[in-house]
């Protein structure tokens, strides 16, 4: 069995995490417990009927504000799949949330509201899909049990979001008309929408094919950490442990190590304690070298053929996550998969619209949840990959480095 | 793609989390590893096993002792430390609570559950740590489902839901500042069937109370609560031998046993695959408190 992780975006009143409840609801993922604590939370709502919101709504404040703050991670299975729902928040001061549910998704809901079809909102989320890669879109067009189930206003929110996508070529997206409240093809096909012919939204979710990503060119290990017993009979060992991003490793491959750039031969590989033949991502392993090299957290073990870009001077388009604005001259702390770097923003070239997805020219900062192409130069150089070639490697965090919070998000291009 | 490269999700999930404990292994000075003697803690002493071995855990185990514990639990604790040769370090509420002069609760079920807190609290001090390891999944409880990966408290211990860091991909930021700490959860994808799947292919050993034994207990509220020293038994109370078992394993005091005839990890994976009901649901008397129960005591510094 495998797992699909994918999030759900969407305003609370694009009816987002009522159909999350639907989902766990249909498909007897709730529990006894979990639907008393709800019926007893949706008496003291104004209409009493059962509220499949309350489900995903975790804190406090969210319950009471009745709007989604930070991602909830909700978890269930079918015979067919196990999935795990990123449950992200739609408010515009909530976005590094919603790209924190996103970096981890195969795939993203995208719920429109049928009343009100496509809004700012959901032109923000359709750019961090697309920036972000995220391999499989749904656009689920909710609530047209309160448009009479009119095919017409369906195809003409379908027409809408493929002109919009013209602009930023996002490969798969899949359209379904539903009603998460009343459960129109959530789970089982509607009655009322005989004009759809495709699946259902679970049956879609259970049968996508989200293995296509994976890239068994380039070979990838990130050093996370060296294990050496420095015991009398394993006193030589010094084992070089990460978790495989990309790629198959092999005993007796040649590889190369950056920064450092020496080459040497791989002499072990373990998997969960065994020694194998080949170890592949994403696999948590342990190599071990033909030679005793000086080898620290943060560097990278790479195949021959396939080599990453080494360089200093770095294109990134950037999320800003932070109050402080991103200045010409700010430094910063980068974080690309185990290394850590500082590095210092050369020039802004230009902010992206998210509403009209156009280039803004002549800026000189970018501002919480702008999105933003920038120039870095870092101390020393990294090894890394484009992130449109090789996802795991081509992300950074930029980390202030008088508070140590998680200031922003980039992807290298 | 070739299936001989794919991952089963019990190894996507096992990897994930020797993932994180390296980097917990890789970005802290001084972490330590929570260990309670629940299944959960045994999972993650697995596997640590499994992201450090031949080496040493690059930390100790913990145990925040309420001594309300089974016994069975801490019999159990202390044959696995001294087997995978790891050092342990137990601190006891007891201790804490005549240090601070603090108030114990009264009544039938007085619970040492909110004080533990104190006593993680002082612990995180005395060994100045850094990062503390802990063994809470996302889908136990619905504050949990909201924290990320690495969980950055305060001077005080405190979870600020508001003002979480974001975190992306598999890059975790276990930066902080002088007196923070971060509790680092690697297991939080798991669901407690994931947990139970992975003991049973793991082969791993458990506290015998996991399994069915016949047991005195107090019938409470739809609830089994094993009599104990702990709890104040009154006349008109109802008290039966019952063939029982734990689903979690907290305190003697606020956990609650279920009516079960599971002999096995097969059994009990058959028996929670048809529950209706969540673990934290059946067996803790702490969560039922509100609404907000566990956020509130995630606040003040509980995990």
Same mark, same amino acid.
């Given at each position: 069995m495998d797992i699909l992780r994918f999030i759900t975006a969407g305003?609370?009143?694009?009816?987002?995490?009522?159909?999350?409840?639907?989902?766990?609801?249909?498909?007897?993922?709730?529990?006894?417990?979990?639907?008393?604590?709800?019926?007893?939370?949706?008496?003291?709502?104004?209409?009493?009927?059962?509220?499949?919101?309350?489900?995903?709504?975790?804190?406090?404040?969210?319950?009471?504000?009745?709007?989604?703050?930070?991602?909830?991670?909700?978890?269930?299975?079918?015979?067919?799949?196990?999935?795990?729902?990123?449950?992200?928040?739609?408010?515009?001061?909530?976005?590094?949330?919603?790209?924190?549910?996103?970096?981890?998704?195969?795939? @993203?809901?995208?719920?429109?509201?049928?009343?009100?079809?496509?809004?700012?909102?959901?032109?923000?989320?359709?750019?961090?899909?697309?920036?972000?890669?995220?391999?499989?879109?749904?656009?689920?067009?909710?609530?047209?049990?309160?448009?009479?189930?009119?095919?017409?206003?369906y195809k003409s929110i379908e027409n809408e979001f493929k002109e919009l996508n013209k602009k930023l070529n996002l490969n798969e997206v899949t359209f379904i008309p539903i009603s998460a409240l009343n459960g129109d093809n959530i789970v089982d096909a509607s009655e009322n929408m005989s004009w759809y012919k495709g699946p259902t939204l679970l049956d879609f979710l259970e049968t996508v094919n989200i293995q296509e990503n994976e890239?068994?060119?380039?070979?990838?290990?990130?050093?996370?950490?060296?294990?050496?017993?420095?015991?009398?009979?394993?006193?030589?060992?010094?084992?070089?442990?990460?978790?495989?991003?990309?790629?198959?490793?092999?005993?007796?491959?040649?590889?190369?190590?950056?920064?450092?750039?020496?080459?040497?031969?791989?002499?072990?590989?373990?998997?969960?304690?065994?020694?194998?033949?080949?170890?592949?991502?994403?696999?948590?392993?342990?190599?071990?070298?033909?030679?005793?090299?000086? @080898?620290?957290?943060?560097?990278?073990?790479?195949?021959?053929?396939?080599?990453?870009?080494?360089?200093?001077?770095?294109?990134?388009?950037?999320?800003?996550?932070?109050?402080?604005?991103?200045?010409?001259?700010?430094?910063?702390?980068?974080?690309?998969?185990?290394?850590?770097?500082?590095?210092?923003?050369?020039?802004?070239?230009?902010?992206?619209?998210?509403?009209?997805?156009?280039?803004?020219?002549?800026?000189?900062?970018?501002?919480?949840?702008?999105?933003?192409?920038?120039?870095?130069?870092?101390?020393?150089?990294?090894?890394?990959?484009?992130?449109?070639?090789?996802?795991?490697?081509?992300?950074?965090?930029?980390?202030?480095e008088t508070s140590n919070v998680t200031v922003g998000a980039g992807i290298l291009d | 793609m070739d299936t001989k490269y794919k991952l089963d999700y019990l190894d996507q999930l096992e990897s994930e989390s020797i993932h994180i404990f390296r980097e917990v292994a890789g970005q802290f000075e001084r972490p330590a590893l929570l260990f309670s003697g629940g299944k959960d803690s045994i999972t993650l002493v697995h596997l640590a096993l499994k992201a450090f071995k031949p080496g040493k855990f690059p930390f100790p185990l913990i145990h925040i002792d309420t001594g309300h514990n089974f016994p069975e639990v801490i019999k159990y604790r202390d044959a696995l430390a001294e087997q995978i040769g790891e050092k342990l370090i137990v601190r006891k509420v007891e201790d804490t609570i005549k240090r601070q002069g603090l108030k114990e609760q009264n009544g039938k079920f007085a619970s040492r559950n909110a004080l533990q807190t104190y006593t993680l609290l002082e612990t995180i001090e005395e060994f100045e740590l850094d990062c503390c390891i802990g063994g809470a999944r996302r889908d136990e409880e619905k504050a949990r489902a909201k924290e990320r990966i690495f969980s950055v408290r305060d001077d005080f211990g405190q979870w600020d839901p508001k003002l979480q860091r974001p975190e992306l991909w598999n890059l975790y930021n276990g930066k902080i500042n002088k007196g923070e700490n971060v509790r680092a959860f690697p297991i939080s994808n798991w669901t407690e069937l994931d947990i139970w799947n992975y003991i049973k292919r793991e082969k791993i050993e458990l506290p015998s109370i996991y399994f069915t034994h016949n047991r005195e207990v107090i019938h409470i509220q739809n609830q089994l609560l094993a009599t104990n020293e702990f709890v104040k038994i009154e006349a008109d109370d109802k008290i039966t031998f019952e063939n029982v078992r734990y689903r979690t394993v907290g305190d003697m005091t606020c956990t609650a046993a279920v009516a079960s005839e599971a002999h096995s990890i097969d059994d009990i994976i058959n028996e929670i695959s048809a529950s209706k009901t969540s673990e934290r649901g059946e067996t803790r008397i702490d969560d039922r408190i509100s609404e907000a129960a566990m956020e509130d005591r995630k606040k003040l510094g509980y995990f």
């Amino acid at each position: 069995m495998d797992i699909l992780r994918f999030i759900t975006a969407g305003n609370v009143d694009d009816g987002k995490s009522t159909l999350i409840g639907r989902l766990l609801y249909d498909s007897k993922s709730i529990l006894i417990d979990q639907i008393e604590a709800i019926e007893k939370a949706s008496k003291f709502k104004d209409n009493g009927v059962l509220d499949l919101a309350l489900i995903t709504d975790g804190l406090r404040a969210e319950r009471e504000q009745g709007i989604t703050i930070d991602v909830a991670y909700k978890y269930f299975s079918t015979p067919k799949r196990k999935f795990i729902i990123a449950d992200a928040p739609g408010h515009i001061q909530y976005t590094r949330n919603m790209i924190t549910g996103a970096s981890n998704s195969q795939l @993203i809901i995208l719920l429109v509201d049928a009343r009100t079809g496509i809004t700012e909102q959901t032109k923000r989320h359709t750019f961090i899909a697309s920036l972000l890669k995220i391999p499989k879109i749904v656009v689920a067009v909710n609530k047209l049990d309160l448009v009479n189930f009119d095919e017409s206003i369906y195809k003409s929110i379908e027409n809408e979001f493929k002109e919009l996508n013209k602009k930023l070529n996002l490969n798969e997206v899949t359209f379904i008309p539903i009603s998460a409240l009343n459960g129109d093809n959530i789970v089982d096909a509607s009655e009322n929408m005989s004009w759809y012919k495709g699946p259902t939204l679970l049956d879609f979710l259970e049968t996508v094919n989200i293995q296509e990503n994976e890239n068994l060119e380039a070979s990838r290990l990130p050093i996370q950490y060296i294990i050496r017993p420095q015991t009398t009979e394993l006193h030589d060992y010094r084992g070089y442990a990460g978790k495989i991003t990309s790629g198959i490793f092999k005993k007796g491959d040649k590889i190369k190590i950056y920064p450092s750039e020496i080459e040497a031969t791989i002499s072990s590989i373990e998997v969960n304690l065994k020694e194998v033949d080949e170890a592949f991502a994403p696999q948590s392993a342990v190599i071990q070298l033909n030679k005793d090299i000086d @080898i620290s957290r943060g560097d990278l073990i790479v195949n021959l053929d396939k080599q990453p870009k080494f360089t200093n001077e770095l294109e990134v388009q950037v999320c800003w996550m932070h109050q402080k604005a991103l200045q010409i001259g700010s430094k910063y702390l980068i974080q690309n998969q185990t290394n850590r770097v500082k590095a210092v923003v050369k020039s802004i070239e230009y902010l992206v619209d998210i509403n009209t997805f156009e280039k803004q020219f002549e800026t000189s900062e970018v501002q919480l949840n702008q999105i933003a192409k920038i120039k870095l130069k870092t101390a020393t150089p990294i090894a890394y990959d484009i992130f449109s070639e090789l996802q795991a490697q081509g992300g950074i965090i930029f980390i202030d480095e008088t508070s140590n919070v998680t200031v922003g998000a980039g992807i290298l291009d | 793609m070739d299936t001989k490269y794919k991952l089963d999700y019990l190894d996507q999930l096992e990897s994930e989390s020797i993932h994180i404990f390296r980097e917990v292994a890789g970005q802290f000075e001084r972490p330590a590893l929570l260990f309670s003697g629940g299944k959960d803690s045994i999972t993650l002493v697995h596997l640590a096993l499994k992201a450090f071995k031949p080496g040493k855990f690059p930390f100790p185990l913990i145990h925040i002792d309420t001594g309300h514990n089974f016994p069975e639990v801490i019999k159990y604790r202390d044959a696995l430390a001294e087997q995978i040769g790891e050092k342990l370090i137990v601190r006891k509420v007891e201790d804490t609570i005549k240090r601070q002069g603090l108030k114990e609760q009264n009544g039938k079920f007085a619970s040492r559950n909110a004080l533990q807190t104190y006593t993680l609290l002082e612990t995180i001090e005395e060994f100045e740590l850094d990062c503390c390891i802990g063994g809470a999944r996302r889908d136990e409880e619905k504050a949990r489902a909201k924290e990320r990966i690495f969980s950055v408290r305060d001077d005080f211990g405190q979870w600020d839901p508001k003002l979480q860091r974001p975190e992306l991909w598999n890059l975790y930021n276990g930066k902080i500042n002088k007196g923070e700490n971060v509790r680092a959860f690697p297991i939080s994808n798991w669901t407690e069937l994931d947990i139970w799947n992975y003991i049973k292919r793991e082969k791993i050993e458990l506290p015998s109370i996991y399994f069915t034994h016949n047991r005195e207990v107090i019938h409470i509220q739809n609830q089994l609560l094993a009599t104990n020293e702990f709890v104040k038994i009154e006349a008109d109370d109802k008290i039966t031998f019952e063939n029982v078992r734990y689903r979690t394993v907290g305190d003697m005091t606020c956990t609650a046993a279920v009516a079960s005839e599971a002999h096995s990890i097969d059994d009990i994976i058959n028996e929670i695959s048809a529950s209706k009901t969540s673990e934290r649901g059946e067996t803790r008397i702490d969560d039922r408190i509100s609404e907000a129960a566990m956020e509130d005591r995630k606040k003040l510094g509980y995990f």
